[in-house]
């Protein structure tokens, strides 16, 4: 949507001072375009923009630029630019641009504050990473439960301007505690003097503040909500997760899974491809690369182990290729439909013993078509002269078919259980990526193969 | 959240036709749990409890049961029943019902809805799916641009109960262009007597009706929309697509573009992963099986070509898994980056050299890496006598180590251009899934690795 030529011409602009012309410029497109626009430009000049506008559109457009440029501008901006830019940003984004800013800047910054807002900002950013308290933000509105409906909806346009969503308002109890929930929807079509605490929901789903912040946004999408209440232990409410952010953290984990499936490993970049640097880019990939590499050195030790039945059989190392594809490929399956369904809930640890039944019943189907074909394959298409005297055709066809069908079933029966044992010992159930499965079934797959030849054989 | 252990309760308590008791009981949760918990009854019990509720909250829950359940009722309920049920509910859901009903009963139903439902019934029904149009709903709410805040208020207090969202609303010309928008937000901090085309916003984000869903929810997520006008080409408004329906379609693209990269085919199914039967299991899956089983029977053919290299040096079986795990996972890094990158629209297919510049770099150093530890590998681990005479250890390390880097390039820019030229020629551009990257890269590997060999130590 952004014409990035237009960024020239807005530095042009700034050079000769045209200010009004530049604010009206501004002023008909989206604060998210307004930020992409001026991203490229030096922190002085987004300063000199940023300037241009009202105190909220200013901090909208600041919070949609990009985290490091954020900082930048923070920890070289005039003081007084600086504080005007804080007060009124949105609480939540403004703990997560602290907990980016060097520890000294932070620290002088928090003593130029506002004390009440002083304190917003160290107690949201005194939750841990990960957890609903530190995606939460404490821009809700809150109602007295003794409010009527008239009082609340002029408690609303008072603080309306401040706050993150209008549209769910929370009852609280004099302590704080969260006793209810009514929508703006329900409000506006409630007569005035009808009390708040009468029309309010009672059954509300909410979210502890040391919930992981996963759990809290899986909620949003269940219930189909525009923001979840953060209460503590004692249902106390200290913030709301609105649905844009339960949108950013699920695209973020999707991101996630997909890397770690994937064997790329480390925290996922914000930043666009082209902006990462080949280092970056390089510490994220090496580590899987190394470890698989020693794996498959690994395996070819255990080859080294067969020398004697694979020289006297060279026809076995001709499909060892398709061990290996059906072995990574079979268990990538069963692996990716068990992670998918405990992510979405509808599995859990305790039907390990269903997926497992299942999973040997599927995939000894495909075992059985694909150790058909390969079996017909060997025995019908394999010159007879190709093989060494002492062995038939068809003895060597059924090792190479039998040892294929049992590999596609311990492939795919490790690949459903690892997920599943993960969950169960609480680690990440993307333990092992596609290539590492594929990597590590393959192990199994070479003794399989060789100890069929072996025993059928009697090489 | 849900006590499947009530289940048999809610039977006990239809039979003894205690319907207060279950009215009560029902009241008090939320209509997802209500549709978890009614849904393993059997349709005709479905019906007496959803007939308990009132017209809105019983086309809710009937809403949150899933698809397979919601035939089933539709095609066996009484026609009052089934009708008193299509009438309030939401009219995405509703035409979304109508594509999964058989074709008789769908045109049976549709002659008894009144004239006006029917039209909308035909009308969103009328959509490609996978456009803006199949997902929008035609409930928004929308304003004249010759009405003041007063009357706009009024009207949204007159139609709210009906429609998915009052939060946003858009003003219309006469002739149904979209001219407008204002959120309720805004509408209850204005004076009354202001008017609607006074206060609206004119830069609307908005969804053509026959774009594809996928970038009409992207615009949701990136300009935190609650939800996003759906216009026709002469922008006349048709409907709204709201966030919600936006989550689900990015969970489903999300298990979509997992379930390819994992040589899973076929649609994504909306069952759980018990309730799904074998053979759909097995038809996913067998087709790239079988795929990759050619694939794998082919690399086999390559290295049979080589067959006198390989007898007259065995030991390069041996270093063949690790060739193997090197291409696949490199393979798969590159093109995991490079197509979420294309998915979040941070990359352009015009970006392609770029892409193969910073892809040669990244995988130069990781086979730097990497080669240079088989170099030593081999030759500081291998026993010299187990090389055939007339090799020397170096040189046999060499190869292989050689070999192995150049595998690691190859396969990275492999798996970074495909997606790309998918993208061009506007196929899916995860087109080869992770284990299939890994099969090909791997014929691609077993040629250079022998010709390395022959042509190094001129076996």
Known sequence: MVNTLLVPEIRDLLRKKSYTFLKEFFSEIHEKEAAELIVPLPPSDIWKVLNLFDEHRRAEIFTYLEMDVQVKMISGGLKRHVLDLLTPMSKDDRADLFLHLE???????????????RADVLHLTSYEEGTAGALMTSDFVALNEKDTVAQAIKRIRKIAPGKETVYYTYVLSDEGVLMGFVSLRKLILTPPRK????IMKTDIIYAGVTDDQESATNLINRYDLLAIPVVNSER???????????????????????????????????????????????????VWVIILGFFGILTGMIIQGYQKTLESLIILAFYMPLLNAAGG?????????????????????QD????LRKEFVVSSLLALCLGLITFLRVHLLTNPSQIAPGFTLLSIAFVIGLALAIQVVWSTLFGAIIPIIATRIRIDPAVFSSP????????????IYFTMAKLILHI
Chains 1, 2 share one sequence.
């Open 329 to 349: 490929n079979t268990g990538s399956q069963s692996a990716t439909v068990v992670l998918r369904s405990l992510a979405l809930n509808q599995l859990q640890p």
């Open 436 to 447: 590492a499965l594929a990597t590590i079934v393959d192990m199994g797959g070479v003794v």
């Open 352 to 355: 390990f013993l269903k997926v």
């Open 236 to 286: 106390k409410m200290l913030g709301i997760i609105t649905y844009d952010d339960a949108i950013d953290i699920m695209r973020e984990e999707q991101t996630e899974d997909m890397e770690r499936l994937m064997a790329i490993s480390g925290p996922v970049e914000e930043k666009p491809y082209l902006d990462i640097s080949i280092m970056t880019h390089f510490k994220k990939r090496v």
């Open 195 to 198: 009390l708040v605490s009468d």
């Open 103 to 117: 520890k000294n800047i932070a620290d002088k910054l928090l003593t130029y504050l506002p004390s009440r807002e």
